[in-house]
Structure formats: C-alpha cells, structure tokens
C-alpha cells in the first residue's frame, strides 16, 4: 500500500522487473553487466516503456502519470538503466511527452449563468482544461531516483510516482494522476518484522510546481466584474507527508494504516512545524481561525486491507479527512464533515484449467460532500482559499484522478492466467459533485449532473519478450459540463449529451 514497491528485497527477485528470473543472466547478456571491485557492481538496461493514448472527441481520463487533458494522440516514451553498487542505487528513466493537444469544447461560453459559480472552484485550484494552444511536448526526470540502502531502509532523492493506500483506481493522498514530482524520501524497502507484527512507512519532503495556463474565457466579465481572479505569479510549492502501514501478528492477513500529507506555497514555510507537520498538533475547534493552519492544505486517511491468500480475495477501505486540524471530539461527533472515503474489493475465481482464473473487482470512491453548509463554504477536496492552486502538480490533481468532490463507481471482470489477462469494465464518473449542489441547489434539475458511463475492453499479453497492454472505452457523456440550453416551448430537453473513444496501447521490451 506504499507503492513503488521493492521487489530485489520484499519478495527475494533477484533484478526487479523481472518476476521469474527468465529474462536477466549477467553472465551472457549483451545489454546487462557487472562492474567494479569483484564484480560487485551491477547495471541493467530498464525495460524500454511505450505508452499512447488517443481521446476523439475531448479530454478524457485519469491516474495516467504523465499524460495530460489532451484530445487527439499523446505519447510517452521512456528508456532506462539502473545501477547498483555496494549501499548505493541509481535508476534513471526519464519520461519523454509528446501531445497534439487538439483543441476540443470545454466550458461553454453560452454556459453565461454558471460560469461565475464555476469560477469559485477554478480560482482556487490549478486545473486548466487545456495545457496551451500548440502542442504539447515535455522532457520529465520520470522514475528516476537516486538512494543510499540499508537492510530494510532506504534514503534519497526521486521523481518516482508515488501510491499511498489500499485502492486500486483511486488514492485519496498520492496517486499517479500527474506526473512524478522532486522530493527527499525516507523509506521502507520491505516489511519490518517485530515481535507484535511488521511495519513499513515512507516520509517525504517534496516540491510542487504550478503552470501558467488558464482556465477557460479568463477574460470574460458580469457587470464589469471578472469572473478570473490571478493568482500568485509564483504558484511552486512545498509538500511533506507521512505514511505507515502495520500488519498485527496474531491476525494474519491484516493491515492497517494512517498517512497524511501538506503541502504550502514554499514562501509561506517559516518554522520547523512547516516542514513536517506530524499528526498537526495545533488541533482546534473548526469555527476558530488559525492563520497558521490556514495557509496549509493538509489531507489525512486511515485504511485497511484484509488479505486471504488462500481465497485469493482481498477487501479494502480508506477514509479521509480534508484538514487535519480538528479535535478528536469534533470528529467523532460528526466525521463526515470533509470526509472522503474508499471501498474496494477484488477476487480470483478458479476456472476449471490450472492457474486460469475469474478475477471480479469493484471500488467506489466518493470525495463529494453531503452537509450543506461544507458545500457552500466551497470546503472541497483539493480546492483551497489560501493555496490558490490548490493540491496540484503541472495542472493535475495528485489524489484523485477526476478532480474535486469526484464520485465513481467502478467494476470489472476478467479472464485471467499467468501475465494474460482480458477483462471488461464499467464506470460511472460523476465530475463535481459539490458543484452541482453550490450552484444547482434550487432546481435540483438531474439534466445538470456531469457524469460519464465508460464502457471499456482491457487486453494485456505477453509476446516473448514484449508486454501489450491496451484499453478501448466508450464514453458516453451526460450533461457535459453541467450544460442545458432550455426551451421555453418544450419543458423536457435532454441535457448537451456527447460521445467520446478512448483507445491506449503500453508495449515494453524488456531486454535480455
């Protein structure tokens, strides 16, 4: 649930990326080697990473790493190598982008009465629809990291992806829906066995970065009033955070965690308290002001996960709480106040041949809020009044991938055997939720609700030394951008409905 993982020391493979130990012989290869004192350095080619994805019609998709909102075909190529000698190790893998970024519809200007209430929420985040008017190319440091190694421990520096939970399509603290960002780490590299269980924990000090695109029809003005307000010329900030996970020993199977992160505009960092922020120790009643508190955008959560091996069946939660300065009392009292929460569960059936399974999987995330009174303070997960980017990395959200106050359900079904899997999916994404009750509260219209129904086919092979990966979904968009054009004459007139095709391909080349 701390993801990357460590393969070489959780799991006793000798080079990470290859599971089966079928690919890699440092004594015959052309591409891997020894160096060093007694050979006792090694270098590795990386796997060679490709990575396309193609949007029809507009931007579509989420916990995509590097890709951006982009309609038309974007591309990911990322080579590596990695060494290792002695404590020290070295991976670099930098990611190369290449996006149309086609111009496509977003917000409707015709969408008149709306948009100043959609600017309340896109004047205090950093997530413009469209990244620019040209193409779109990018060179990033990708899943690179440099570290000092000690038995379980680990130190350094990385612009790795980080995953911190238990759910497989959405994380509330730390998912890879952007790209990879700069931070110092302290780390486990595998479980630390104690007499009462194991334990494992990351501890992060990061820097986050801002764009300078705008959202959309930044210059448009009611009754002279622009509905844009700047933000600071220098949106970069800091970011610390702090997970652990513990396995009880008597309950085999068990773990549970508690994680938290924050992050502030690097100018406003003045104390030791700034830098990490443990467990926020200047709790208070949510109706006192704390000027300090309040320039920090603080996350935490709690999870679990139940594993059976045996069954092969995994159940999964994490709950999250947006602030982290609230008494104990308060929270029990009412903890749905700025709550967001996680449930997921995945199963492998058995099938009559051996080693072919039925893998059924479902998750519900729900981030939007259901008191009134968090809806109208616009007290919206990853939305801020002070961090007026809000939890933000180059434009896109670093928790869950479909933005603020996001509601999804998904589920799925696949064939499944070895590293060959087909598999069916079905989601609903509802975009905002807390948006359409802020500004639709009155007439509770169901036309106004932005939601997209994905259907999608996911294949993934494996072809000698080749891994294919692919999705195709079908979008189909109700009530795009909360848009409805009434008819005066007809009173039932279907919200602006659209349609959209999704298709991506991975391939890597792992090289022997």
């Known amino acids: 649930m701390i993801r990357p993982i460590?393969?070489?020391?959780?799991?006793?493979?000798?080079?990470?990326?290859?599971?089966?130990?079928?690919?890699?012989?440092?004594?015959?290869?052309?591409?891997?080697?020894?160096?060093?004192?007694?050979?006792?350095?090694?270098?590795?080619?990386?796997?060679?990473?490709?990575?396309?994805?193609?949007?029809?019609?507009?931007?579509?998709?989420?916990?995509?790493?590097?890709f951006i909102p982009n309609r038309g075909?974007?591309?990911?190529?990322?080579?590596?190598?990695?060494?290792?000698?002695?404590?020290?190790?070295?991976?670099?893998?930098?990611?190369?982008?290449?996006?149309?970024?086609?111009?496509?519809l977003g917000f409707p200007i015709e969408h008149q009465a709306t948009i100043l209430f959609y600017y309340e929420y896109m004047n205090r985040i950093d997530m413009p629809e469209r990244f620019g008017d040209k193409a779109y190319n990018r060179v990033y440091a990708g899943q690179s990291s440099f570290r000092f190694n000690l038995k379980e421990y680990s130190v350094g520096i990385s612009t790795e992806s980080l995953w911190w939970g238990p759910g497989r399509k959405n994380s509330l603290l730390l998912g890879n829906n952007a790209p990879g960002?700069?931070?110092?780490?302290?780390?486990?590299?595998?479980?630390?066995?104690?007499?009462?269980?194991?334990?494992?924990?990351?501890?992060?000090?990061?820097?986050?970065?801002?764009?300078e695109y705008l959202p959309p029809w930044p210059d448009y003005t009611i009754q002279q009033n622009p509905v844009y307000i700047p933000k600071r010329e220098n949106g970069n900030r800091y970011v610390s955070g702090l997970i652990f996970t513990y396995q009880p020993k008597w309950i085999p199977g068990l773990f549970l965690g508690y994680g938290s992160v924050n992050?502030?505009?690097?100018?406003?960092v003045s104390s030791f308290a700034d830098l990490l922020p443990v467990f926020n120790g200047r709790k208070k009643p949510s109706n006192v002001e704390d000027p300090i508190t309040e320039k920090r955008q603080q996350f935490s959560s709690g999870y679990f996960r139940w594993l059976s091996p045996q069954g092969r069946f995994e159940f999964y939660g994490e709950y999250g709480t947006r602030g982290n300065s609230r008494k104990f009392e308060e929270f029990v009292t009412t903890p749905e106040t700025g709550r967001a929460f996680t449930f997921g569960f995945a199963h492998l059936i058995d099938l009559k041949k051996p080693g072919r399974f039925l893998e059924v999987s479902s998750e519900m995330t729900l981030s939007g809020q259901t008191i009134r009174e968090e809806i109208r303070q616009l007290r919206t997960w990853y939305i801020h009044d002070h961090v007026r980017h809000g939890y933000t990395h180059q434009g896109q959200t670093l928790g869950i991938g479909n933005g603020p106050a996001a509601n999804q359900l998904f589920v799925g079904v696949a064939w499944v055997e070895g590293m060959k899997k087909i598999g069916l999916q079905f989601e609903r994404i509802e975009y905002n939720s807390d948006f359409y009750y802020y500004r639709y509260e009155a007439s509770k219209d169901i036309r106004n609700k932005y939601?997209?129904?994905?259907?999608?086919?996911?294949?993934?092979?494996?072809?000698?030394?080749?891994?294919?990966?692919?999705k195709f979904q079908y979008v189909s968009t109700l009530n795009y951008k909360w848009y409805l054009e009434n008819d005066p004459d007809i009173y039932f007139v279907p919200g602006y409905d659209r349609e959209n095709f999704v298709g991506q391909l991975g391939l890597t080349y792992m090289f022997r």
């Open 181 to 211: 960002f700069l931070h110092f780490t302290l780390n486990t590299r595998k479980p630390v066995k104690t007499g009462i269980g194991s334990f494992e924990g990351q501890a992060i000090a990061g820097f986050l970065k801002s764009t």
């Open 73 to 104: 075909i974007q591309q990911i190529f990322s080579p590596g190598v990695y060494a290792e000698y002695k404590n020290f190790t070295l991976q670099f893998q930098p990611e190369i982008l290449l996006a149309q970024n086609k111009d496509y």
């Open 451 to 470: 939601l997209d129904l994905i259907f999608g086919l996911t294949p993934e092979w494996k072809f000698g030394d080749f891994l294919l990966s692919a």
């Open 6 to 66: 460590y393969p070489t020391e959780a799991f006793g493979v000798e080079n990470g990326f290859d599971l089966d130990s079928s690919v890699v012989d440092l004594d015959m290869s052309d591409h891997h080697g020894r160096f060093g004192k007694d050979a006792k350095g090694k270098f590795l080619i990386m796997p060679g990473v490709y990575k396309m994805q193609y949007n029809s019609t507009y931007a579509s998709g989420a916990n995509e790493g590097a």
């Open 263 to 268: 992050h502030m505009y690097r100018s406003d």
